[in-house]
């Protein structure tokens, strides 16, 4: 009875409202924003060694994007309804630019890619017949331009486009912090460098994520590792991977240190009740072992076989992968494992299994960008052979 | 300027495109959208439009009316009728009754106000349950247990 | 009010002198000026002739709550009510109750078994208890709400009257405005799957009666005012008496106010 009192919720607030779905849809923006910035290094920044995954991580980037609106149709009550985000989006909620950054920034990834692609595209278009000759013209917008000065103007038009795109997937995740750093009923969420962690651990799981993908399928399909993208890729990784953390830590060292109200749930919240998501799974796990091992990479690369730094590297990303996810799921669902009474917190959240917002459905439309992907890759192929040349930049 | 065609053709395409949001948009807006604000303002008419199910405060004395002046002189005229019996809707509709009002005679009707607790202000008689029914703690109130002494009358009419 | 889109708006012409930029102006009439592009379409000068039944004016009314927390017994009246006056799914609430019982050494025990619908039983705390008492919440019905803010879709609106409801024909049922309010004092509807919360009986209010709530308080711990009114009671209590509102820090301007409400409340 003693404790059961102290631990006092609004009685409307027993329930977590935003479940494993609204976890998902952060971690699915987050690989469409830094799957961009991964291919825009290549294409604006003239980081030539990342040439061979630059057509990979814009195709990432679109497939991830695809899907992105499927967690939130999972969740939303009423999913039929979802467009009156379009039709009246108030623009003082965050969650209003949805509609408008997301149709920007995916006529910019496809406008990117049909370019990158364009030349191969009409290639298929010339050999193919029949319906699949049609199609393929419509995607073509019936140019068949293929000379060399017309995919001049494409490179130029892809830098422009990358470097567009850039803002353009800041403002995608900047956004997608925003709108948890925005509810300031929300001691958890609600701070300012929300949007900022976000955006650098998007960054960073995008980069995670070309990692996996690229060593998956030059190894599947028999060919070699650049040693000069991995490497550099592990280094991009390790860097963004550090500043996630480092700013991870200075936000709860923060709230500790200033000892506010938001401190007493915050406090019990993370040392207790997701202390093993957080401080487990997100810190030590997460964060402390794939930082050692991609310092080994970084700092020791003439001691390492090209065999092992591509298996570390592989580890490594992969547990960033699962780090990021961590992040999303401590942010989320930690924000609402306390009452707004700031004195109590609910039972801890675990999400049904078969439900319309339950892991076989999150499973699923995690599985769909890889399909897309796949098929992507029979039509147009993702590897970039040496002396082929994809939009080059310069 | 040369080769520059399939640009031209995405870009038209691309405006073309959001021309049709745009405009499209406004077909799918409803009526009253931002008459008084951003939002629907028929909205606020339909929750005008709701049944009452609660009546006036002095619905019940039409019909009642020697209860309810009597009930008016004594102890319990602060509480509302249906308060201890049930809504209005639920026994009279268009004016006229269609069902039987219903008459809670549980003692958990009576202790949700005089039941005895610490910070329950001393305006309204406060007795403990078990010790005024002289039961031991785990023994079970009889269902009816106040009424049986504190009749109707007594709870209608001045004491 | 503000909310009055006729005289402040943006006009038709200023619309087209933006959508003439060309596209650039387009987006950014998508993007900075989308209230702006609907209200200057679907504005109508009749709007505000509009009335309700028996002539009810929704501008000549602006709604204010008053608790009285030392009048508070906390039998839960208000609570089933509530329930009967709106439908209100079970274990949901538009309105709830909560004790606070405080001991000499300043540990706080809150509770609100079934928000107070089935009352209150005798609690064994364990500890010298020198202060208790019942605080009524609802929707605080704040000028200045985050609920209305965040929700992406113009569904929750301030209404001329002074008023947070929620267009449940527009609801997307994202529950953003749930998370958004530092009360608590909205819920998804379980069957319905739209934002849900307190409307003030708005149903009531239109046909000159007072809410459920206020009229079921058998202590008058509850009273209802309207800030338009000539001489309103709740009006000058609040101009005259030390008055408290929930959460102050969060700058929210709730309409709903108590009277000796103390530091433990939540």
């Known amino acids: 009875m003693h404790g059961q009192s102290m631990n006092f919720l609004f009685p409307n607030d027993v329930h977590i409202m935003w479940s494993l779905m609204i976890v998902l849809y952060p971690y699915i923006t ?8 991964v291919g825009s290094l290549y294409h604006v920044f003239g980081r030539t060694e990342l040439k061979p995954v630059s057509r990979l991580a814009m195709v990432a980037s679109l497939s991830f994007l695809l899907v992105a609106t499927l967690p939130l149709l999972a969740h939303l009550g009423h999913p039929e309804r979802a467009l009156n985000i379009v039709i009246t989006p108030h623009f003082t909620s965050a969650m209003s630019a949805f509609g408008l950054i997301y149709a920007m920034y995916l006529a910019l990834v496809v406008l990117e ?6 030349k191969e595209i009409v290639e298929l278009a010339q050999r193919s017949t029949g319906p699949a000759r049609a199609i393929l013209k419509v995607v073509s917008l019936g140019v068949y331009d293929i000379s060399e000065k017309a995919r001049e103007v494409d490179h130029r038009v892809v830098k422009v486009l990358a470097a567009l795109g850039i803002p353009a997937a800041c403002i995608l995740h900047g956004y997608v912090g925003f709108m948890f750093g925005s509810v300031k009923a929300n001691a958890f969420w609600s701070t300012p460098l929300m949007p900022i962690i976000f955006l650098f651990s998007a960054v960073t799981s995008g980069i995670a994520m070309i990692i996996v993908l690229y060593e998956t399928l030059t190894v599947v399909g028999g060919r070699k590792i650049s040693g000069d993208c991995l490497q550099s890729l592990a280094g991009y990784l390790w860097l963004f991977a550090t500043l996630t953390v480092t700013l991870e830590i200075l936000e709860i060292v923060t709230l500790s240190y200033a000892q506010d109200e938001e401190w007493l749930v915050v406090g019990p919240l993370i040392k207790d009740k997701i202390a093993f998501s957080f401080i487990g799974i997100q810190m030590v796990f997460g964060s402390l072992i794939p930082f050692i091992m991609l310092a080994i990479i970084v700092t020791m690369k003439r001691y390492l076989t090209a065999g092992m730094r591509n298996v570390m590297t592989f580890v490594a990303a992969s547990i960033l992968l699962i780090q990021v996810f961590a992040m999303r799921w401590n942010v989320v669902i930690g924000g609402q494992i306390f009452s707004k009474s700031g004195i109590g917190f609910r039972e801890n959240y675990v999400p049904e299994l078969g439900s319309r917002e339950g892991v076989a459905a999150a499973l699923l439309i995690f599985i769909i960008p890889f399909v897309i992907m796949s098929v992507f890759n029979h039509f147009l192929p993702l590897a970039v052979e040496d002396g082929d040349t994809p939009a080059e930049s310069h | 300027m040369e080769h520059t065609k399939h640009i031209w053709r995405a870009a038209i395409l691309l405006v073309t495109v959001l021309v049709v949001l745009v405009v499209g948009r406004h077909f799918v807006i409803p009526k009253s959208f931002g008459e008084m604000g951003y939002y629907r303002y028929d909205a606020l008419f339909e929750y005008m439009g709701k049944e009452m199910r609660h009546g006036s405060p002095n619905a019940c004395a039409d019909c009642h009316d020697e209860i309810a002046a009597a009930k008016a002189s004594g102890k319990h005229a602060p509480v509302k009728c249906e308060v201890c019996h049930d809504t209005l809707a639920t026994h009279v509709k268009d004016g006229e009754k269609y069902a039987d009002m219903r008459i809670n005679r549980s003692y958990e009707l009576c202790a949700y106000c005089h039941q005895k607790l610490v910070g329950r202000p001393a305006l309204v008689a406060q007795v403990d349950l078990l010790e005024h029914l002289e039961l031991s703690p785990g023994q079970p109130i009889p269902a009816e247990a106040c009424v049986q002494c504190h009749d109707a009358g007594m709870i ?3 004491e | 009010m503000c909310e009055r889109k006729e005289g402040n708006g943006y006009g038709r012409r200023d619309f087209l002198r933006m959508a003439a930029t060309g596209a650039g102006g387009m987006a950014l009439v998508m993007f900075g000026g989308g209230q702006a592009l609907v209200s200057a379409n679907t504005v109508k000068s009749t709007a505000s002739d509009q009335l309700g039944p028996g002539g009810y004016d929704p501008t000549k009314h602006h709604y204010i709550y008053l608790v009285d927390v030392d009048k508070c017994i906390g039998c839960g009246s208000c609570v089933r009510a509530c329930e009967r006056e709106n439908q209100v799914p079970r274990h949901f609430f538009r309105t709830w109750i909560e004790r606070y019982q405080v001991s000499r050494s300043g540990e706080v025990f809150v509770d ?25 919440k609802l929707c605080n ?17 301030v209404s001329p009257d002074g008023l947070v409801l929620v267009d449940e024909k527009r609801c997307i049922g994202c529950s953003y405005c749930v998370q958004a309010c530092p009360y608590g004092s909205r819920f998804i509807h379980p069957e319905k799957h739209v934002a849900s919360k307190c409307t003030l009986c708005y149903h ?13 308080c058998p202590t008058g711990a509850r009273q209802l005012g309207d800030r338009k009114a000539l001489h309103d009671r709740v009006s000058e209590i609040i101009a005259t008496s030390k008055v408290h509102v929930l959460k102050p820090e969060l700058h929210t301007e709730p309409q709903c106010q108590y009277l000796g409400l103390s530091r433990e409340v939540r």
């Open chain 2, 156 to 158: 209608h009419h001045p």
């Open chain 1, 30 to 37: 987050g690989l469409v924003a830094g799957a961009f910035i």
């Open chain 3, 112 to 136: 609100s078994p079934n928000g107070g619908h089935d009352g209150f039983q005798p609690s064994d705390t364990g500890a010298d208890i020198t202060k208790a008492f019942f605080v009524p």
């Open chain 1, 113 to 118: 890619i049909w370019l990158i692609f364009r």
């Open chain 3, 141 to 157: 019905h704040c000028e200045n709400t985050p609920c209305v803010q965040l929700c992406p879709v113009g569904a929750s609106f």
């Open chain 3, 204 to 216: 009531r209010l239109v046909r000159g009666e007072t809410t459920a709530c206020v009229q079921n």
